[in-house]
């Protein structure tokens, strides 16, 4: 009888046990790579995204883009890089936030003060849904409207481009470092009037904190895995017309 109780005892302590124990955890897909190819699974579509704020990098969860007065008189002052070049590296910039549906900002000085001409054209209507802000400050954070629009996006990380680099793009950027904002300018987007007052508006910032990158930066960290599908197609067009300079329609 008492070996009967035990062995029940036994059997009961067992299968409690195996209740208690956890359900198996599904895990990630190890890859490994075997003679320099590696191996996915079916439908393999990248490491998942990172939350906004565990992200060192800008991503499309993390990111906003503010774009400061790309207006035709400003930048015909513009000496420190060609025009068609900061052109096309500012168009990449504006058709990657709208692939991946990041804020945009855009801001020109003056329109409704003194008539000045707007933002230029083949810029703005890359990006019809961006918020605008007129201005008539020199400092867009001197604006509140200019704040508001920029505390709205729920962002931290702001790409930033100005014409002129030492001026409307230097005071902003700084400011908005202070603020705690981290503040990213793509060097070959901006300009200034000598490449000396260029050099030191970009060493004022940095000074302050500001990153500075390459526009080609941007489409690379948004995208950051080449399993991701959603994208892909169309921020390799921008890579190969923008960057490279190739047909879009071409091979890669």
């Avoid at 790409?159 to 705690?180: F, H, N, Q, R, S």
Wanted: hydrophobic letters at 45%.
């Amino acid at each position: 009888m008492n070996a009967l109780l035990a062995s029940l005892g036994l059997a009961l302590a067992a299968t409690t046990m195996l209740a208690a124990a956890p359900a198996a955890v599904a895990t990630e897909p190890q890859i490994k790579t075997v003679n320099g190819v590696a191996s996915y699974p079916e439908g393999y579509q990248g490491r998942p995204q990172r939350t906004a704020d565990e992200d060192p990098f800008l991503s499309p969860l993390n990111s906003a883009l503010i774009l400061i007065d790309y207006q035709p008189p400003i930048l015909q002052g513009v000496k420190s890089i060609d025009h068609d070049e900061l052109i096309n590296n500012t168009t990449g910039l504006i058709k990657t936030a709208v692939i991946y549906d990041i804020p945009i900002i855009f801001s020109h000085v003056a329109v409704g003060l003194n008539g000045y001409d707007p933002m230029i054209e083949e810029l703005r209507k890359l990006a019809p849904d961006a918020v605008f802000v007129d201005r008539t400050n020199v400092n867009a954070w001197e604006e509140p409207e200019f704040v508001a629009a920029v505390e709205a996006t729920g962002r931290n990380k702001l790409i930033m481009g100005g014409l002129w680099t030492d001026v409307c793009l230097a005071y902003p950027a700084i400011e908005a470092e202070k603020a705690g904002y981290e503040v990213y300018v793509p060097e070959d987007a901006v300009g200034s009037i000598t490449q000396k007052s260029h050099e030191n508006g970009m060493r004022r910032m940095i000074a302050a904190g500001v990153e500075p990158i390459t526009w080609n930066v941007v489409p690379a960290e948004l995208q950051r895995d080449h399993a991701r599908p959603d994208k892909l197609a169309e921020v390799t067009r921008v890579f190969m017309e923008h960057l490279f300079k190739v047909d879009p329609d071409t091979t890669w």
